[in-house]
């Protein structure tokens, strides 16, 4: 049986409180899982990162530079000439 979440202006103060208290726990469950998640997964990320780089080099101003710039919202890609 599932309680039903009581309306925010019906909430006392410790409601208040607790509901917060709630809301910061799992915000601290999903970083820790994430933070864990990215250490395990850090080498494949820098990986893909350096591979996406040589990539934008090897094609030079082709496609590749292009879809890093866009993908990533880089502006130091491009230098006014």
């Given at each position: 049986?599932?309680?039903?979440?009581?309306?925010?202006?019906?909430?006392?103060?410790?409601?208040?409180?607790?509901?917060?208290?709630?809301?910061?726990l799992r915000l601290?469950?999903?970083?820790?899982?994430?933070?864990?998640?990215?250490?395990?997964?850090?080498?494949?990320?820098?990986?893909?990162?350096?591979?996406?780089?040589?990539?934008?080099?090897?094609?030079?101003?082709?496609?590749?530079?292009?879809?890093?710039?866009?993908?990533?919202?880089?502006?130091?890609?491009?230098?006014?000439?």
């Amino acid at each position: 049986m599932s309680r039903a979440k009581p309306d925010a202006n019906d909430l006392t103060f410790t409601g208040h409180l607790r509901e917060l208290r709630n809301r910061f726990l799992r915000l601290l469950v999903v970083f820790i899982a994430l933070f864990v998640a990215g250490m395990f997964l850090s080498d494949k990320i820098i990986d893909t990162v350096v591979s996406l780089g040589h990539l934008c080099i090897l094609n030079g101003r082709g496609i590749g530079i292009k879809a890093m710039v866009i993908y990533f919202g880089l502006k130091c890609c491009f230098h006014s000439q």
